[in-house]
């Protein structure tokens, strides 16, 4: 990896790397594995946060009732033209990829026995929501099974498009195509941190049923895949979300909701707060405002993350040299280190290159569930790093889901890499539960401790 692609902001030269953490311009205080999570806010970034926050408090009544509206307009239409949505009108900008999936959902009119769809790869806040709409509003859930992991070159988009397809012959065999109300489909999944093949999945759905409801949650997407263009890939998507503050750099309490015209309705879809300016019942002294009016304002609260996306578009551009030079440098990187990584320990990835973007996944060296926490903890104290160890039951697999990023170098990941060796050696009798270390491919004996090493918050 070449540290020396850089640009010059006011004199002051940045390297991607270290120097980004140097020159305080990220302020972690550990070598950070798990960006995908909760990402990290710049310096650059948080600054430009105060600063709306004290004009906020300065003169909370112009802000509230003026400023602020002003400026979440020019801001939405921004993030609006970034991804290419067909109208600025039809993209709102809210707190979250949960709270935008749930204003979806929430926000249908269910009828008894209607379908939701989901693969089991999704994330659990959708599994969630859809086990709420299924108790309060009497709905079945449908879960497509993925491939058993390690997806492989051979089996690679298969493992979703095959079993995607066997859901739906089953529902049109059972003439049930039209119970299927919402299909929601992943752009990148969260564990383990992959691509689907999207725009596949979302024309097969509309080709069985064409008035199914398709729902991308892209949380992962904004940032990391190269070049969102939602008018280019989304024909076939009726909504579309992502997060903020995971790849595009802006405060926690940040995402977008991008709703395609024809599916926008009167009261579809609401907020998850119906505030005091957003009647549910419009009259003629109070008509139905637009989708964007419909989110502006959902009760006093801190409404600067939001307004922070116009920070990281110049952080982007004037810091890390614009999206081009960012992507090589990220992607270069998680390549490199998923290569060094896996003839290191011996070991094999969840999935083909292809699959992964900035986030790489790789099997780790042992075998017992019990003891994914203890690397995790032994890490953290004994290293200052963080990365995220995942037991997946269906393969019996334990591996790691790990974050490439602007401020990480390769020099990081072999430090990584030889943690785990040495926690290896450590633990020779724990680790496979044997008095032999062997690293390779690990998978859990049926008679394992079943404890998992699953964070739902990933």
């Not at 990220?26 to 105060?50: D, M, R, V, W």
């Not at 998850?272 to 002294?285: F, G, H, K, L, Q």
């Amino acid at each position: 990896i070449n540290n020396e692609d850089d640009e010059t902001v006011d004199g002051q030269k940045f390297k991607f790397g270290h120097e980004l953490l140097r020159n305080k311009e990220f302020l972690l205080n550990y070598t950070n594995f798990n960006h995908g999570s909760f990402g990290a806010c710049p310096k650059f970034i948080l600054e430009y946060q105060s600063m709306l926050r004290l004009q906020q408090e300065q003169q909370p009544d112009p802000w509230m009732r003026y400023r602020y509206l002003q400026m979440l307009n020019e801001t939405r239409r921004k993030v609006a033209e970034y991804i290419n949505a067909d109208k600025d009108e039809n993209v709102v900008l809210l707190e979250s990829a949960s709270t935008a999936v749930n204003s979806v959902l929430r926000s249908f009119k269910w009828e008894n026995q209607s379908k939701i769809a989901y693969f089991t790869t999704a994330y659990n806040m959708v599994k969630n929501t859809a086990g709420f709409l299924a108790e309060y509003e009497n709905i079945d859930v449908v879960t497509i099974p993925v491939s058993t992991f390690p997806i492989t070159e051979d089996t690679g988009d298969d493992a979703f498009l095959l079993p995607l397809r066997q859901m739906l012959e089953n529902l049109r065999k059972q003439d049930e195509l039209h119970k299927l109300r919402v299909v929601v489909l992943d752009h990148i999944l969260s564990c383990p941190g992959i691509k689907t093949p999207l725009e596949a999945l979302a024309a097969m759905v509309k080709n069985y049923s064409p008035e199914t409801f398709v729902l991308v949650d892209g949380a992962h997407a904004l940032g990391q895949i190269p070049n969102l263009n939602l008018q280019s890939i989304g024909k076939n998507f009726d909504a579309y979300l992502s997060n903020g503050h995971k790849w595009f750099y802006t405060p926690k309490g940040s995402a977008f909701l991008w709703i395609k015209q024809t599916q926008i309705k009167k009261l579809f879809p609401e907020p998850t707060v119906i505030s005091s300016e957003n009647s549910i019942s419009p009259s003629d002294e109070s008509p139905s405002i637009t989708l964007s009016g419909r989110f502006a304002y959902t009760s006093t609260r801190d409404y600067t993350p939001l307004l922070s996306f116009d920070a990281a578009f110049d952080f982007r551009q004037k810091i890390l040299g614009g999206d081009a030079a960012l992507y090589e440098y990220v992607r270069n990187l998680a390549l490199t280190a998923r290569r060094y990584l896996i003839n290191l320990w011996n070991v094999t990835a969840i999935a083909p290159e292809y699959m992964e973007e900035f986030m790489i996944n790789i099997v780790l060296p042992i075998n017992n569930p019990s003891m994914g926490m203890k690397l995790q903890d032994y890490l953290l104290k004994q290293h200052e790093m963080y990365v995220v160890v995942v037991h997946d039951k269906g393969s019996g697999l334990i591996y790691t889901r790990l974050s490439a990023q602007v401020y990480l170098e390769i020099s990081d990941f072999k430090e990584l890499g030889r943690a785990v060796l040495d926690f290896v050696n450590l633990n020779i009798n724990h680790v496979h539960g044997s008095g032999n270390v062997h690293l390779g491919v690990s998978r859990v004996d049926e008679d394992e401790d079943e404890d998992v090493v699953e964070s739902t918050i990933v």
